[in-house]
């Protein structure tokens, strides 16, 4: 298949753009488009087959699954049963990185939940994004523009990377805003009649959550890992995720203990380190890749899907980073490190 890669800076300007890439959408082809947290891959979230095509481009479990793109809060009515708790969610955080996971209705077929009775509604903010998904008229299903266990693709020469010649179109808007995925929530009445449980962190942290509903559960398998036997609430936690080519080994001691520990293995092994960008003087700058200043956890999130792919790249033995804070924004980074790492971190001091 030949994929066109078309930029967009401009919905406006550039509306015959928009229009075709919503027409081969609704014609049950697929398009990667930006989004302000990751590049999707989209097609007719109301069409199974399109569902399908979505999951064998990505190599991805069928029963893991899709979120839907909404253009418009109240667009979930058509799709999904809202109640009180998704308006207050929609009115502080949409349109913006939060999924909101509720009973599904019978418009969205199984192909598209991964069997489940549930659907993930998000509603993004980024101007491409939401042009398209108006101009589609069909909610468009999207997960990650990334072959599935890669990191996600913040940049569209990533999505060529791992998509060109197995989509129909690539929509290039340059690099993606947050960089990590959006939060994911599930309404729980159980809980209480405000009750939430996070299922993924993302930019809209556990604390603005908790500024809107009362009852905020943090799912255990945010910081830990899976037990043999057990089944995660979102199944997407299962599956090994976000992994560089090399194992990732994750460092946690003080920022002296971090450089000591690497300049000898740099000594001894092809390593390749992100570090911050406080470290770069005082390590060897062979397959040194800065993630960004010491405290500023936004910068390191939009660039740690790239540095990852760049690792990658440089075919190093291993690779080493920060065991990241889990403080507001921190505890998405944390959550995509640790699973990229496959849990391992060594404590340093
Ligand atoms: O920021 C994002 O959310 C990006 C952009 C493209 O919107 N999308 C994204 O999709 O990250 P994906 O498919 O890579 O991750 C969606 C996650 C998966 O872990 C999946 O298991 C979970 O959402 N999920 C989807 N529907 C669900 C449901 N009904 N119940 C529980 N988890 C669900
Ligand atoms: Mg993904």
Do not use: W
Not at 20 to 28: E, K, L, P, T, V
Not at 176 to 183: A, F, H
Not at 279 to 298: E, N, Q, R
């Amino acid at each position: 298949m030949k994929t066109q890669v078309v930029k967009i800076t401009d919905p406006q300007k550039q509306s015959q753009d928009v229009k075709h890439a919503a027409d081969i959408i609704r014609d049950g082809g697929l398009v990667a488009f930006p989004t302000e947290t990751v590049y999707g891959l989209g097609g007719d979230a109301t069409n199974p087959l399109s569902s399908k095509k979505i999951y064998d481009a990505k190599g991805r479990p069928s029963d893991n699954p899709l979120i839907i793109h909404i253009a418009e809060p109240s667009d979930a009515e058509a799709y999904a049963y809202t109640n009180h708790v998704y308006y207050k969610l929609a009115e502080a955080f949409m349109p913006g990185p939060l999924t909101v996971i509720l009973p599904k209705k019978e418009t969205v077929p199984y192909e598209t939940t991964g069997g489940l009775d549930t659907v993930a509604v998000r509603c993004p903010s980024h101007p491409i994004a939401h042009a398209m998904i108006k101009a589609a008229g069909v909610p468009i299903a999207a997960p990650s523009a990334n072959i599935s266990g890669r990191p996600s693709a913040t940049s569209a020469k990533y999505v060529v990377e791992d998509f060109n010649g197995r989509v129909d179109m690539i929509v290039d808007s340059g690099d993606c805003e947050i960089g990590l995925e959006s939060t994911i929530v599930m309404i729980d009445e159980k809980i209480s009649d405000e009750g939430i449980v996070l299922l993924r962190p993302g930019a809209i942290t556990y604390d603005a959550l908790c500024c809107v509903c009362k009852d905020v559960l943090i799912s255990p398998n945010i910081e830990g890992a899976l037990g043999e036997n057990e089944r995660p609430i979102s199944p997407g936690m299962k599956y090994k995720h976000y992994a560089p080519a090399a194992p990732l080994v994750l460092l946690d001691g003080d920022d002296e203990s971090f450089i000591s520990y690497l300049s000898n293995e740099q000594k001894n092994k092809n390593c390749a380190i992100l570090c911050y960008d406080e470290d770069i003087s005082k390590l060897d700058d062979k397959l040194l890749l800065t993630i960004g200043p010491k405290g500023d956890v936004a910068t390191q999130s939009r660039r740690l899907f790239s540095r990852l792919r760049e690792c990658d790249e440089l075919k190093p033995d291993i690779i080493y980073a920060h065991l990241p804070d889990k403080n507001g924004l921190g505890l998405a980074l944390y959550n995509r490190m640790i699973r990229a790492a496959a849990h391992t971190v060594i404590k340093i001091e």
